[in-house]
């Protein structure tokens, strides 16, 4: 293999420049073609290596041989192909067309600021200059004419780790340029073959994207001789951009000469996840899900919330997805909605919807779209916001790092609470203290709060800006507390009261940089000192999180209750309606209200002791719902604040809305709190309620339980098929009794 030279190279219509260095090709601002000429001294194959940062278009003697795009979101920031192409001795004429370098959208810097994010467009810029990079070579004989854009996409099989390259077929290719491959009649190109030291090609049944483009899998790797990129600690990175860490040969096999070429290999996602290779999973039928799932037990007046417990799981059972194996992902998973993001999953929709989806953990794959968040990991624990499930790759709406809240060590556990899995909590354990590590390390302030932006935190487009954020300093609390009882649970006592040590660290620096004695509420800090001064339902995070000192447990309470700021028609807003900020229908984060943040802020006053408020509001948000469910047949996104009805903007068939017909209505409206791990079942029911749950699933405990009104006073009736405590709570009075199998009562 020899060098062949780029001699010139400049913009069209302008004198060419002779070239020193083919590698540092400088672009200038724009759209804009270029022009290279190249010398050849006999005939054969040239093998083009091409980096770009725009999209990008080549030209050889006018043949087309590069048509590739470039997209923001897509979370590439680098064309990276390569070309292998017959040319003949003498001079070649190379045009070059370039697009505009990818900007994310202009909005995301109004409404989702970073306090970062200026110098990590300078850092990206830096990292990748406007610069175009050919590395030329050449070689004896006629091969196989073919261009390569190498994709970071991979998935695993058999310990080996395939990555995504897409084949453009360049025999006979004379096309006029264009983003699309158009239909060819009687396409007829050589067979070939690609493959590395580590074997061939695979392909997939639909490999075909269209005529002359083929989608295929090369294996780069083995899941045995993977190396850690990086470790946790402040990030070094402008973003989470998939790096380069090798090379593997790629060869060429046909009826032609062959041809070896340097193909770049991305870094793999998920080392500390618990799936990394794809498996089936089967999903229950209709029949067997109601088989194992618990039943509601209500009194009269509730009995109309069947139909919404119901409509939840049917919703769940809908929002059912079966990913390709070559995507990346471990298995098929519970997607976010049915009437958008059709092609994303989120973290803390995620998570949120494991909450849910944990009671019917006996014949439910309750893990399955979590598996799917841990094996997106980066080495060094960060975990992005937003994955496209069709490649695994993240989805970048911001160039920042965005972690959506970290909430999925919280769902994790909600789930062995019902089950007892300890086997799970030792699979994820390093997985999430590694996150963990992550966001302490990039996003702790020098005052002990955290800092996150409108997407990130999931709030997007909410007033609520500033530099220390209560909901990830109060999610980081939270976090750390369950990650104790955690380590705890697995036996890691020196671990776990550095994990609680932390969480008192963070709580103290929540309670003093962002309570505002002013409006007496949790408000994000100002740069310049004081509070954004709207109220924003987030500013309850900290009551879930244990927190909160009880005086301001009382103050939280009173701005809840005002209907003037968060006791609406359908509480609570996003935004207090005392806001300039506030729209009546919504508008997203500007008034609407959530299952995701009433579910935080309802566990939050239960956990503070506020039984009786936490049940008052969490049936006025399930009465709604339940409404609007009547009115439109679906659950949705989010929901109007000022009456029964979706959100101005808001999407149906959302998963993480099963939190309220299912989680609140068991945990709060009931009254039952699991902990299967010690075997234990806390019961809070409400005097005078006909109330409880039928094949409830403690662990091994398959329960019946139920408080019946009587003239003597509630009586507690429990039948069991495994020996369980129970605490019966009334008027904050604990009462424990062993249950034995069989039937068990206890007088109120």
Same mark, same amino acid.
């Given at each position: 293999?020899?060098?062949?030279?780029?001699?010139?190279?400049?913009?069209?219509?302008?004198?060419?420049?002779?070239?020193?260095?083919?590698?540092?090709?400088?672009?200038?601002?724009?759209?804009?073609?270029?022009?290279?000429?190249?010398?050849?001294?006999?005939?054969?194959?040239?093998?083009?290596?091409?980096?770009?940062?725009?999209?990008?278009?080549?030209?050889?003697?006018?043949?087309?041989?590069?048509?590739?795009?470039?997209?923001?979101?897509?979370?590439?920031?680098?064309?990276?192909?390569?070309?292998?192409?017959?040319?003949?001795?003498?001079?070649?004429?190379?045009?070059?067309?370039?697009?505009?370098?990818?900007?994310?959208?202009?909005?995301?810097?109004?409404?989702?600021?970073?306090?970062?994010?200026?110098?990590?467009?300078?850092?990206?810029?830096?990292?990748?200059?406007?610069?175009?990079?050919?590395?030329?070579?050449?070689?004896?004989?006629? !091969?196989?004419? /073919?261009?390569?854009? $190498? #994709? @970071?996409?991979?998935?695993?099989? *058999?310990?080996? +780790?395939?990555?995504?390259?897409?084949?453009?077929?360049?025999?006979?290719?004379?096309?006029?340029?264009?983003?699309?491959?158009?239909?060819?009649?009687?396409?007829?190109?050589?067979?070939?073959?690609?493959?590395?030291?580590?074997?061939?090609?695979?392909?997939?049944?639909?490999?075909?994207? !269209?005529?002359? /483009?083929?989608?295929? $899998? #090369? @294996?780069?790797?083995?899941?045995? *001789?993977?190396? +850690?990129?990086?470790?946790?600690?402040?990030?070094?990175?402008?973003?989470?951009?998939?790096?380069?860490?090798?090379?593997?040969?790629?060869?060429?096999?046909?009826?032609?000469?062959?041809?070896?070429?340097?193909?770049?290999?991305?870094?793999?996602?998920?080392?500390?996840?618990?799936?990394?290779?794809?498996?089936?999973?089967?999903?229950?039928?209709?029949?067997?899900?109601?088989?194992?799932?618990?039943?509601?037990?209500?009194?009269?007046?509730?009995?109309?919330?069947?139909?919404?417990?119901?409509?939840?799981?049917?919703?769940?059972?809908?929002?059912?997805?079966?990913?390709?194996?070559?995507?990346?992902?471990?298995?098929?998973?519970?997607?976010?909605?049915?009437?958008?993001?059709?092609?994303?999953?989120?973290?803390?929709?995620?998570?949120?919807?494991?909450?849910?989806?944990?009671?019917?953990?006996?014949?439910?794959?309750?893990?399955?779209?979590?598996?799917?968040?841990?094996?997106?990991?980066?080495?060094?624990?960060?975990?992005?916001?937003?994955?496209?499930?069709?490649?695994?790759?993240?989805?970048?709406?911001?160039?920042?790092?965005?972690?959506?809240?970290?909430?999925?060590?919280?769902?994790?556990?909600?789930?062995?609470?019902?089950?007892?899995?300890?086997?799970?909590?030792?699979?994820?354990?390093?997985?999430?203290?590694?996150?963990?590590?992550?966001?302490?390390?990039?996003?702790?302030?020098?005052?002990?709060?955290?800092?996150?932006?409108?997407?990130?935190?999931?709030?997007?487009?909410?007033?609520?800006?500033?530099?220390?954020?209560?909901?990830?300093?109060?999610?980081?609390?939270?976090?750390?507390?369950?990650?104790?009882?955690?380590?705890?649970?697995?036996?890691?006592?020196?671990?776990?009261?550095?994990?609680?040590?932390?969480?008192?660290?963070?709580?103290?620096?929540?309670?003093?940089?962002?309570?505002?004695?002013?409006?007496?509420?949790?408000?994000?800090?100002?740069?310049?000192?004081?509070?954004?001064?709207?109220?924003?339902?987030?500013?309850?995070?900290?009551?879930?999180?244990?927190?909160?000192?009880?005086?301001?447990?009382?103050?939280?309470?009173?701005?809840?209750?005002?209907?003037?700021?968060?006791?609406?028609?359908?509480?609570?807003?996003?935004?207090?309606?005392?806001?300039?900020?506030?729209?009546?229908?919504?508008?997203?984060?500007?008034?609407?209200?959530?299952?995701?943040?009433?579910?935080?802020?309802?566990?939050?006053?239960?956990?503070?002791?506020?039984?009786?408020?936490?049940?008052?509001?969490?049936?006025?948000?399930?009465?709604?719902?339940?409404?609007?469910?009547?009115?439109?047949?679906?659950?949705?996104?989010?929901?109007?604040?000022?009456?029964?009805?979706?959100?101005?903007?808001?999407?149906?068939?959302?998963?993480?809305?099963?939190?309220?017909?299912?989680?609140?209505?068991?945990?709060?409206?009931?009254?039952?709190?699991?902990?299967?791990?010690?075997?234990?079942?806390?019961?809070?029911?409400?005097?005078?309620?006909?109330?409880?749950?039928?094949?409830?699933?403690?662990?091994?405990?398959?329960?019946?339980?139920?408080?019946?009104?009587?003239?003597?006073?509630?009586?507690?009736?429990?039948?069991?098929?495994?020996?369980?405590?129970?605490?019966?709570?009334?008027?904050?009075?604990?009462?424990?009794?062993?249950?034995?199998?069989?039937?068990?009562?206890?007088?109120?």
């Amino acid at each position: 293999m020899e060098d062949i030279s780029l001699v010139s190279w400049g913009l069209k219509g302008k004198d060419l420049q002779a070239v020193s260095d083919s590698h540092h090709l400088p672009l200038t601002p724009g759209v804009g073609r270029y022009l290279g000429k190249l010398e050849c001294t006999e005939s054969g194959t040239l093998i083009g290596d091409i980096i770009s940062p725009r999209p990008l278009r080549i030209w050889m003697d006018n043949i087309l041989i590069v048509d590739e795009p470039l997209w923001w979101r897509s979370f590439q920031r680098q064309v990276r192909c390569a070309v292998i192409i017959p040319v003949s001795a003498g001079d070649i004429l190379l045009e070059v067309e370039v697009g505009e370098r990818p900007r994310h959208p202009e909005y995301v810097d109004k409404s989702c600021p970073s306090r970062n994010r200026e110098n990590v467009l300078k850092a990206l810029m830096e990292t990748i200059p406007d610069e175009l990079s050919l590395d030329l070579s050449f070689v004896k004989g006629e !091969s196989i004419q /073919l261009s390569l854009r $190498y #994709l @970071p996409g991979q998935f695993i099989r *058999d310990g080996i +780790v395939y990555q995504e390259v897409v084949v453009r077929e360049l025999e006979r290719c004379f096309l006029p340029p264009s983003y699309d491959i158009r239909n060819i009649m009687d396409w007829k190109v050589t067979p070939y073959i690609l493959r590395t030291d580590l074997g061939r090609s695979y392909e997939t049944g639909d490999n075909a994207i !269209s005529s002359g /483009l083929r989608r295929v $899998y #090369l @294996p780069v790797a083995t899941t045995f *001789d993977s190396k +850690v990129v990086r470790q946790a600690g402040p990030e070094t990175r402008p973003e989470p951009r998939l790096e380069v860490i090798g090379t593997v040969t790629l060869t060429t096999e046909s009826g032609k000469a062959p041809v070896s070429i340097k193909m770049p290999v991305y870094e793999t996602l998920g080392r500390l996840a618990p799936k990394r290779e794809f498996t089936e999973i089967k999903w229950p039928t209709e029949t067997e899900l109601w088989s194992g799932l618990p039943e509601p037990v209500l009194p009269e007046e509730l009995t109309h919330f069947h139909k919404l417990y119901r409509e939840a799981w049917a919703m769940i059972m809908r929002l059912i997805r079966h990913p390709k194996p070559e995507s990346g992902l471990p298995n098929s998973y519970i997607t976010t909605s049915g009437s958008g993001f059709t092609n994303e999953i989120f973290v803390w929709d995620s998570s949120f919807t494991a909450m849910a989806t944990a009671y019917g953990w006996r014949v439910f794959p309750v893990y399955a779209t979590l598996d799917v968040l841990y094996s997106r990991q980066f080495d060094g624990g960060y975990i992005h916001r937003e994955h496209d499930v069709r490649d695994g790759q993240p989805i970048l709406f911001e160039p920042d790092f965005s972690p959506n809240p970290p909430i999925m060590s919280l769902a994790d556990l909600a789930i062995a609470n019902l089950s007892g899995n300890i086997h799970r909590l030792r699979l994820v354990y390093p997985a999430l203290a590694e996150n963990y590590k992550w966001l302490e390390a990039n996003r702790r302030l020098p005052d002990g709060t955290y800092w996150t932006t409108g997407l990130a935190n999931g709030l997007d487009n909410s007033p609520s800006l500033g530099e220390g954020y209560p909901d990830l300093t109060a999610q980081m609390a939270h976090n750390a507390e369950v990650l104790g009882t955690m380590a705890t649970i697995l036996g890691k006592y020196d671990e776990a009261k550095d994990w609680y040590r932390r969480r008192d660290d963070i709580a103290a620096a929540l309670n003093k940089y962002l309570w505002s004695l002013k409006i007496q509420f949790y408000c994000t800090s100002l740069p310049g000192g004081g509070h954004n001064p709207n109220k924003v339902v987030t500013g309850f995070w900290p009551l879930w999180a244990g927190v909160v000192p009880p005086e301001r447990v009382e103050a939280l309470a009173f701005h809840l209750k005002n209907p003037a700021s968060f006791w609406r028609h359908h509480p609570i807003p996003s935004l207090s309606a005392d806001s300039p900020f506030y729209e009546p229908d919504g508008n997203y984060w500007l008034g609407s209200t959530w299952a995701p943040t009433n579910y935080a802020a309802i566990k939050g006053f239960w956990r503070a002791g506020k039984t009786e408020l936490s049940r008052e509001t969490a049936l006025r948000h399930l009465q709604c719902m339940w409404e609007v469910l009547e009115d439109t047949g679906f659950l949705w996104e989010n929901y109007c604040a000022e009456r029964s009805a979706p959100g101005n903007i808001a999407g149906k068939d959302y998963s993480w809305s099963a939190l309220g017909p299912i989680a609140l209505l068991f945990e709060v409206i009931i009254g039952l709190e699991p902990d299967a791990i010690h075997r234990r079942l806390r019961f809070t029911p409400k005097p005078g309620w006909h109330t409880g749950a039928k094949n409830y699933p403690l662990g091994p405990c398959t329960i019946n339980i139920y408080q019946e009104p009587s003239k003597n006073g509630d009586r507690v009736v429990v039948e069991t098929d495994y020996q369980f405590e129970l605490e019966v709570v009334r008027n904050g009075i604990v009462k424990t009794i062993t249950c034995n199998r069989g039937r068990n009562e206890l007088v109120l």
